[in-house]
């Protein structure tokens, strides 16, 4: 259990680069607290004691404004940001490493009893104030953008955005997958957006990484070249990226929306 309690606290630092220290995590994030309680109340909902695990429930929302039934099963280094607002059916399922900003709601469309809420597989990253509806597959590493409405199944790895929700990108293409690979390498992560949508500052970090990107790769091949001459300058390795280098300098002021 305390390993467990200890694994969503570093998920917390892995998503949240406002994140200071663990007892900060551990006692001022309601994301964490709504989670933590969640499971307990899961636990009871398991063995039969219903009307405790309700209990729970409430609590729980009335403490930090986000309701999770205790039939929901979440999986492992769930992430709530922010957090208020957020709302959790009783048959909706959760996997690993899913992150939900505020106002998401993961609702039903309809009164029959069995399973009427959505599953979201592993990774899925749901924008603010977006509606996930309905006993639909949301495939794992997919991304819904920030007040979409979605009733309709997402295949693995897509973006879908607007009302209803449509799919306007699938990660596809080389040039893309080495994109989101440059992105994790310097911690980029976009508020729950894609490149397909209005946002000119992601634009251009966008246009940064294929620039970063395209450099590596013709300094790759010129090491190459000068290896095949016996020239072994290109030996050295580069130094690593550290999160540190990205983190916002104490003091100034985070975009409209973000931290």
Request: proline residues 5%; neutral net charge.
């Amino acid at each position: 259990m305390f390993e467990g309690i200890r694994e969503d606290i570093r998920s917390v630092f892995d998503r949240d680069p406002a994140a200071r220290n663990s007892v900060e995590v551990l006692l001022t994030y309601p994301g964490l607290h709504a989670l933590l309680l969640h499971r307990l109340a899961h636990w009871c909902w398991l063995r039969g004691l219903k009307l405790l695990a309700r209990l729970i429930s409430t609590f729980s929302r009335w403490a930090t404004g986000i309701e999770i039934h205790p039939g929901a099963k979440i999986g492992r280094r769930f992430f709530i940001d922010h957090g208020m607002g957020v709302v959790i059916g009783e048959t909706a399922e959760v996997g690993d490493d899913v992150t939900l900003y505020h106002g998401v709601t993961l609702g039903g469309t309809s009164w029959n009893k069995g399973k009427r809420h959505p599953t979201l597989g592993d990774g899925v990253v749901v924008g603010a104030g977006a509606k996930v509806l309905g006993p639909i597959l949301v495939g794992a590493g997919a991304r819904v953008g920030s007040n979409s409405v979605v009733t309709r199944e997402v295949p693995a790895g897509a973006t879908v955005v607007g009302i209803p929700g449509r799919v306007i990108s699938k990660p596809d293409t080389e040039a893309e997958r080495h994109r989101e690979e440059m992105a994790k390498k310097i911690g980029f992560e976009a508020y729950g957006v894609t490149n397909d949508m209005p946002d000119p500052v992601q634009q251009a970090i966008r246009s940064l990484l294929d620039h970063m990107h395209a450099v590596d790769t013709k300094i790759d091949r010129m090491c190459s070249a000068l290896r095949e001459q016996g020239i072994r300058g290109c030996d050295e390795k580069l130094p690593a990226l550290r999160e540190s280098d990205f983190e916002m300098v104490e003091g100034s002021e985070p975009p409209s929306g973000d931290k």
